[in-house]
């Protein structure tokens, strides 16, 4: 009986250890994933591709007609309310991407340009 206690205990305190651990995985192995995505829409992915006017060095980016993402440090709140509207020059994104996609688009820039200042 007390070996059976005693696995219990072992097993008990292994599953109060790992939780924060096994909790916490899923969502930094979906914000990775999320940050992929936006890399991936900045470079190609959507029509027009960000990369053709915007610098972003993250991307390899040297467009010249947008702002430089660099220097401007957006909020995510900012880069989405800019694809899904538009903004001077930029075209709306709001018909060719999803809100996922705009999500994952505003969050990389946001990252990727070290944020708001």
């Known amino acids: 009986m007390r070996r059976v206690l005693a696995r219990a205990g072992v097993a008990v305190a292994a599953i109060v250890c790992l939780a924060p651990i096994l909790a916490a995985t899923p969502a930094s192995v979906s914000s990775d994933a999320q940050l992929g995505e936006g890399r991936s829409l ?16 993250d991307a390899g980016a ?7 993402l660099d220097e401007l440090r957006p909020d995510e ?13 930029m075209p709306s994104f709001a018909g060719s991407l999803t809100d996922a996609q705009i999500r994952a688009l505003a969050r990389y820039v946001a990252t990727a340009s070290g944020g708001p200042r």
Do not use: E, Q
């Not at 900045?42 to 060095?57: E, M, Y």
């Not at 040297?62 to 430089?68: C, K, L, M, R, Y």
């Open 62 to 68: 040297t467009g010249s007609v947008g702002p430089v």
């Open 42 to 57: 900045f470079i190609g992915g959507a029509t027009p591709p960000c990369a053709i006017c915007h610098t972003l060095k």
């Open 77 to 89: 709140d900012r880069v989405a309310a800019a694809i899904r509207g538009g903004i001077g020059a």
